[in-house]
């Protein structure tokens, strides 16, 4: 388990987005960098389109348990 004590204020949780959607207006979104969340999640063992935190400026502190 991970435990986010302290967050960047650009610190966000994405997924791979939401593509093929745009005709009922809605925007892909999803991570800004899909191949490094897909490696991410293969490297820790879970399934390559499972959300991740996208941490960008700033310094934060994490715990894992």
Same mark, same amino acid.
């Given at each position: 388990?991970?435990?986010? %004590? ?40 879970? *399934?390559?389109? /499972? /959300?991740?935190? *996208? ?6 502190? %994490?715990?894992?348990?």
């Amino acid at each position: 388990m991970i435990t986010v %004590i302290k967050a960047p204020p650009f610190a966000t949780v994405q997924d791979l987005g939401r593509s093929g959607h745009r005709s009922v207006a809605v925007p892909p979104a999803g991570a800004l960098d899909r191949r490094a969340i897909q490696v991410g999640n293969l490297l820790v063992g879970n *399934e390559t389109g /499972a /959300a991740a935190v *996208e941490w960008a400026i700033g310094a934060g502190e %994490i715990r894992f348990d």
